[in-house]
């Protein structure tokens, strides 16, 4: 613990996704109290109508936070959106940053080339990418959280589904995929949902110790299996809102033998995704 979010910034452009993604913003600065950063950055060849709508997105954001009282600003800049929104990032203070990924960015390899995939690897604080599946599940009363077995930033992780499930009053499903356990020639073995419970790593434990500190209401699910496959039938079959899992560790070469379940679950999600890149260490 010992994390807190008190500026957040919500990167706005023409596209209706990036309006519905600063609304999850704009709900999580309500409850902690922070103040949110609007921020528009038109490039060269942003067309009139472009600027208009992220212009009207942009108003109507600044509107809906004064009337919830949060704290609000609105940035409008030109040139290369990664690079301006990192000197914000800088000259702020800004802890996490919110912004959308485009339909087209779906079917890239590895986010290639996108603005989503630059501000995850650029930016000094926490990313949460987000991606729009239903325009009118913002409000999530279900939220799946997969969990692996070697976790990073538990503390953070823990602290923003909490401020999640706060927000909009949501219950939290959390979701471990294991890989199945084999016996030499005697092929899988098949364990009881107690036995594998039992087997549960110690990140995991340790997540969901630090997450009962928040007194967030939640329940444990551990199925063996492949990763990416299990987290979209999960959401699917139960019906979830939003999921919120962390950003893949896995390098290049490893993602391209083995796969990459984040970019799975990007590509299949049935709901809302929230993809977090987080930046501030465990305390």
Not at 8 to 35: F, Q
Not at 43 to 67: M, N, P, V, W, Y
Request: aromatic letters at 8%; glycine letters at 6%.
């Amino acid at each position: 613990m010992g994390i807190m979010y008190k500026k957040m910034l919500a990167a706005v452009n023409e596209h209706v996704n990036s309006e519905v993604s600063a609304r999850y913003a704009l709900d999580l600065a309500r409850t902690t109290g922070s103040k949110l950063y609007l921020c528009f950055v038109a490039e060269k060849d942003t067309s009139k109508a472009a600027f208009e709508h992220a212009e009207g997105a942009a108003k109507r954001l600044f509107l809906r936070a004064k009337e919830m009282d949060v704290s609000v600003e609105s940035i409008f800049a030109t040139g290369h959106p990664v690079r301006e929104i990192q000197k914000i990032v800088r000259s702020e203070n800004i802890d996490i940053v919110f912004a959308a990924t485009r339909h087209k960015d779906v079917s890239k390899r590895f986010y290639e080339g996108t603005v989503a995939r630059e501000l995850s690897l650029s930016l000094t604080c926490s990313v949460a990418l987000v991606r729009i599946v239903h325009m009118g599940r913002i409000h999530p009363r279900k939220i799946l959280v997969p969990l692996k077995a070697r976790m990073g930033h538990i503390s953070e992780t823990a602290y923003f589904t909490a401020l999640c499930s706060r927000a909009f009053d949501s219950r939290v499903y959390l979701f471990h995929s294991a890989k199945p356990i084999t016996r030499f020639f005697h092929g899988e073995l098949n364990l009881t949902q107690v036995e594998w419970e039992e087997k549960i790593p110690g990140d995991i434990a340790l997540f969901v110790g630090t997450l009962d500190t928040y007194g967030v209401a939640h329940e444990k699910k551990l199925l063996p299996g492949k990763t990416g496959r299990n987290i979209t039938i999960e959401a699917a079959v139960r019906r979830h809102d939003l999921i919120i899992m962390g950003a893949s560790e896995r390098g290049l070469v490893s993602s391209l033998l083995r796969g990459n379940p984040v970019e799975e679950v990007l590509r299949d999600t049935p709901c809302n995704l929230i993809i977090l890149k987080l930046r501030h260490e465990d305390t």
